[in-house]
């Protein structure tokens, strides 16, 4: 099994019809994905790789029985697109736009309080499950079905820790990532939630950096929960610079927020796992999973 996307679902790409979306809606079709359609406002009616154009999200999820839409809007206008999926009752929004204005992102965190959507980013990879569903733009090219489920703040080490991870033959039920901005949709405690209910998840694997509250979060649901399963966590950025923006907005090192030491400390005290460097995580995967 997986989580929150399969085989079975069917995905509307908001912003088809530009670059970035007709080269990732192209990728995700030859790799088996059920794309159904495209939003695009002034073009409903159209066609666009063999697809139907629609000119608002709730016509396309009435004629094509959509349940996800990947939002490839450009930041100025991607919190009008996400609340307009929000707004027609899809259930996942995945949103890889970089830049969505603070102040927007607070108006689609209202719109989502009052819905069943769950929203994945902005700023995010996206979701894959291995030969089910893509719906984002991470690569599948060493992603392969397995027992270990993945949510990651990081999309650089996400790639790296799946290769390994399928080098070693432990391949993935599903692979989140959450995103990188600091107001984002589901973040650690929503994936680990829908991992502990998931059968087919033996293990689960964390990716977290300094910034944030993700992982202090984490730590706070796993202390107040009988798991089941074990979970492992590299926590980077141990060496950055104070008060530094490293890489993107998530990612930022202030007074008074956790240093990956202790945001690591913290979740060992819950029973996680840590690894000290990307090459430890696969290991300590294997040897927790070999202990039962």
Do not use: W
């Amino acid at each position: 099994m997986s989580i929150l996307v399969d085989r079975d679902t069917k995905v509307i790409i908001q912003g088809m019809t530009g670059r970035s979306g007709t080269f990732y809606a192209d990728q995700a079709i030859r790799y088996g994905s059920q794309y159904v359609g495209g939003v695009r406002p002034g073009k409903g009616g159209t066609k666009h790789l063999g697809l139907p154009v629609f000119d608002t999200v709730a016509e396309a999820m009435e004629k094509t029985g959509a349940t996800a839409s990947l939002v490839m809007v450009p930041a100025h206008n991607a919190a009008a697109a996400m609340i307009e999926a929000i707004d027609a009752g899809i259930s996942i929004i995945v949103c890889v736009t970089e830049r969505v204005p603070l102040h927007d992102m607070i108006r689609v965190k209202s719109a989502l309080a009052k819905s069943r959507t769950v929203l994945v980013g902005p700023n995010s990879q996206g979701i894959l499950t291995p030969e089910g569903c893509k719906v984002g733009v991470m690569p599948t090219m060493n992603a392969t079905p397995g027992p270990v489920g993945i949510a990651s703040r990081s999309a650089s080490l996400t790639s790296e820790i799946l290769a390994q991870s399928s080098a070693a033959g432990l391949g993935q039920s599903t692979t989140v990532g959450i995103g990188g901005d600091p107001i984002h949709g589901i973040g650690f405690v929503g994936c680990l939630e829908r991992f502990r209910d998931d059968p087919d998840t033996e293990a689960v694997i964390l990716i977290g950096e300094i910034g944030g509250t993700e992982e202090e979060e984490a730590a706070a649901y796993l202390s107040s929960v009988e798991y089941g399963k074990p979970v492992i966590a590299l926590i980077v950025g141990e060496h950055a610079p104070k008060e530094r923006r490293m890489g993107h907005a998530g990612t930022l090192s202030m007074f008074g927020t956790q240093t990956a030491a202790a945001k690591s400390k913290l979740l060992a005290a819950a029973g996680v796992i840590i690894a000290s460097d990307t090459d430890q995580v696969v290991p300590c995967v294997k040897a927790a999973l070999e202990q039962g």
